[in-house]
């Protein structure tokens, strides 16, 4: 079994920071690719970053050079820096992982419980 756990949310002003975290435990064989979406009231869940084995990084265009993913391949944790937030990133965040376990063979897409994300004065 695998999971995944996001912490760091919270209330945050507007222009201020925030950094999520998000661990992935259990019987994990490889990690592809983590990522973290978000879904607001009313809205579908959207991607905001994710960042593969290799590295490479991918974010949605309305968090270009605000946030920034990454990872330590050591503690299985992906995280996310926020910084020069808005009211219109509220939302809840959700952790992703596409991984391998020790008992399957194919990967398949795992989500955190998600973490509340509020920007307002």
């Known amino acids: 079994q695998v999971q995944l756990v996001e912490s760091g949310g919270g209330l945050v002003q507007p222009g201020g920071s925030l950094r999520l975290s998000c661990a992935a435990s259990?019987?994990?064989?490889?990690?592809?690719?983590m990522g973290w979406y978000r879904q607001a009231p009313g809205k579908p869940r959207e991607l905001v970053a994710t960042i593969t084995s290799g590295g490479s990084t991918n974010y949605a265009d309305s968090v270009k050079g605000r946030f920034t993913i990454s990872k330590d391949n050591a503690k299985n944790t992906v995280y996310l820096q926020m910084n020069s937030l808005e009211p219109e990133d509220t939302a809840v965040y959700y952790c992703n992982g596409r991984l391998r376990t020790i008992q399957l063979v194919l990967p398949r897409e795992y989500w955190g419980q998600g973490t509340q994300v509020t920007v307002s004065s």
């Open positions: 259990g019987s994990i064989h490889t990690i592809y690719t």
